[in-house]
């Protein structure tokens, strides 16, 4: 895999320190299998985010910088197995029992994820008001009735969780 | 910059605020008529209802009521996750998720010895020895633990694939000349060999167990000691809750002589196999997972089976980089 001809900042960094960070994020977890997936992950975003290759060359002390991206892959990665096992969850207390596909069951749960990180920081009205119309299809009367609230707020509460979701899908695309 | 920045803030916050009035009931014509100004007005409130549309359509793209419960039963347990990241942030060392979850599993007899980490990289394969002579392979990307206690071995597979062939032929529940009880432990659930040769592999959200000779239970873990029995040439996918029974594919094993034996897949099963022996990314464009090959390919030379699968289909293999790699239609 490793061509020694043409080196790129990313191989550089990857054949100096990919070792040393798995050793890392094996102290971290305690655990080797572990560090190694997170060791590629954080390897593999580096490579796939635009922003972070292009910061590459400039990096100073690479370590630290891999560090940092690698706790937030290991954050993702808490959130996304807990997200899976709540999906599964969520699964087996519907009534019927509902035929997914594979490739389907992981474009939702990449779509739950995106989701569900979006909301994160709104307090919880707002997220549930948003939610119980996006995706349970309630109408606002409903949705007053089950927070207790007017529905005037719902509609505010539906206001600023679009806001928030739109400025951080803006944020992205920049 | 940061006064055009905050311009389209506010235009993004309008578009929220006519989102919100468009989502109510008893929407007005009027009001329709006005958010078509709105929209019409300038580009940039077109850019941003554009957004408005694909948030839309992404919150649409799910199914609601079990995509609304998983949102609401992983907020009922943040707090559980918050915690451990802390424990993350703060302690160096420490047990893992999965450890922890698994320090539940209960063991009977006194341990005598935990061989922790048997791992194999990517594109490895490894075979234990044990000395009751149970074979145990470890496909590409296996991790597992060993445990052995007075009177049973527990193999606690974290990750990737394993192929077993127990002891002196003896069955996992009847010891004898000095052969072991052999259990495989999942995620998902309990594997115990009632017969000799079978595979196990883990999959993220579930374990599948195809049986080579004689016979294995599966215990799920949520399924209150509910088991099933699967035959040879049989295969099972387990989940933590349940057990589905489907005829095996041929030649499940053949991993363990170094091939993939595809038999009419489509091509991106095949691409997705390959990968699992392969560093880096190897993906398969949606225009060409459809086509259907047949054939067997070596796994420890990745780059030959690619060329035979582009010899064989309309299809190229582009490389972006070395660990970025796509099956692509041929143009």
């Not at chain 2, 078509?36 to 554009?50: C, N």
């Not at chain 2, 996750?81 to 420490?94: D, K, T």
Request: net charge negative; with cysteine.
């Amino acid at each position: 895999m490793r061509s020694s001809a043409k080196t790129t900042p990313f191989a550089q960094m990857y054949d100096a320190h990919h070792g040393w960070l798995r050793g890392w994020l094996q102290r971290k977890t305690g655990c080797s299998w572990q560090a190694a997936d997170l060791a590629q992950d954080t390897f593999l975003r580096i490579l796939t985010s635009p922003r972070n290759s292009a910061q590459l060359a400039e990096v100073r002390e690479p370590r630290s910088y891999l560090t940092t991206i690698a706790r937030r892959v290991w954050i993702d990665f808490v959130r996304r197995d807990a997200l899976e096992k709540a999906w599964l969850e969520a699964l087996q207390q519907q009534p019927e029992p509902v035929a997914i596909s594979a490739e389907e069951q992981t474009l939702i749960l990449e779509t739950l994820f995106q989701v569900d990180a979006m909301l994160e920081g709104l307090g919880e009205k707002v997220s549930q008001a948003f939610l119980l119309s996006q995706l349970e299809g309630l109408r606002y009367s409903e949705i007053a009735e089950r927070l207790g609230v007017s529905v005037s707020s719902v509609k505010k509460y539906m206001a600023k969780a679009t806001e928030h979701c739109l400025l951080l899908m803006c944020e992205d695309s920049l | 910059m940061s006064s055009s920045q905050s311009a389209q803030k506010e235009i993004l916050r309008a578009a929220a605020h006519w989102y919100s009035v468009l989502c109510g009931e008893d929407v007005t014509e009027q009001q329709k008529r006005e958010h078509a100004e709105w929209v019409e007005a300038d580009p940039s409130h077109q850019l941003a209802w554009q957004q408005v549309e694909k948030l839309r359509q992404q919150l649409q793209s799910v199914p609601g009521a079990s995509a609304f419960h998983t949102l609401q039963i992983k907020q009922q347990q943040g707090q559980k996750r918050r915690a451990v990241l802390r424990s993350f942030a703060f302690l160096a060392g420490g047990a893992s998720l999965g450890s922890l979850a698994w320090r539940q599993t209960p063991v009977n007899g006194l341990i005598k010895d935990w061989t922790a980490g048997h791992r194999t990289v990517t594109g490895e394969r490894r075979e234990l020895a044990l000395d009751d002579g149970t074979q145990l392979i470890l496909n590409t990307d296996t991790a597992l633990d060993l445990l052995e206690t007075d009177t049973s071995r527990l193999v606690r597979l974290y990750d990737g694939e394993i192929f077993v062939r127990t002891g002196s032929g003896v069955s996992g529940n009847e010891p004898g000349r000095g052969a072991k009880p052999l259990q495989v432990h999942t995620e998902q659930g309990m594997v115990i060999p009632l017969g000799t040769v079978f595979t196990v592999r883990k999959h993220p959200v579930s374990t599948s167990v195809t049986v080579i000779e004689d016979r294995v239970e599966l215990i799920p873990v949520s399924a209150a000691g509910q088991s099933e029995f699967v035959d040879a040439g049989e295969q099972a996918e387990m989940s933590s809750g349940g057990v589905a029974i489907s005829p095996a594919s041929p030649q499940m094993d053949s991993w363990t002589r170094g091939l993939l034996v595809a038999v009419d897949w489509p091509l991106s099963r095949l691409v997705a196999e390959l990968s699992r022996y392969r560093a880096g990314v190897l993906r398969c464009d949606p225009a060409v997972a459809a086509l259907r090959i047949s054939g067997a390919y070596p796994l420890d030379d990745t780059e030959r089976a690619l060329q035979a699968i582009s010899n064989a289909l309309p299809v190229r293999v582009s490389r972006i980089t070395d660990y970025w790699v796509t099956v692509t239609a041929l143009l």
